[in-house]
């Protein structure tokens, strides 16, 4: 059980980044998928989260708007588009997967994480 976070990088405030949580070695459409963050000297903190068949999503109220999840089960992967970013959207990012069904916004209830990607904006 894999999961690898990619897409990360440097951005100017307002510009617009695409990350991307790819699965392997399990049934990826079988396990919601959430991605949370965390900025230095802050607890991680829940971002955004997608059902297993993508049906439904949640969204923290610092990105609603903003940010968007989605994922393609036939590919394996999960998809993070942030758009007009902010200097305060500056982390680490992780996508995660937990067992059972319904979104979960508690990084307790996620039991398998990817290693994060930087996201760096720069007003």
């Known amino acids: 059980v894999q999961l690898q976070a990619s897409g990360g990088g440097l951005v100017q405030a307002g510009d617009s980044l695409t990350l991307s949580c790819a699965a392997s070695g399990r049934t990826f459409r079988s396990y919601p998928t959430g991605w949370f963050r965390q900025a230095p000297g802050k607890e991680r903190e829940f971002v955004a989260a997608?059902?297993?068949?993508?049906?439904?999503?949640y969204y923290a109220d610092a990105v609603k708007g903003r940010f968007t999840i989605s994922r393609n089960n036939a590919k394996n992967t999960v998809l993070l588009q942030m758009n007009s970013l902010k200097s305060e959207d500056t982390a680490v990012y992780y996508c995660a997967q937990r067992s059972g069904d319904g979104l979960g916004t508690i990084s307790s209830e996620y039991q398998y994480w990817g290693q994060g990607t930087q996201v760096t904006v720069s007003s």
């Open positions: 997608i059902t297993m068949s993508g049906g439904s999503t």
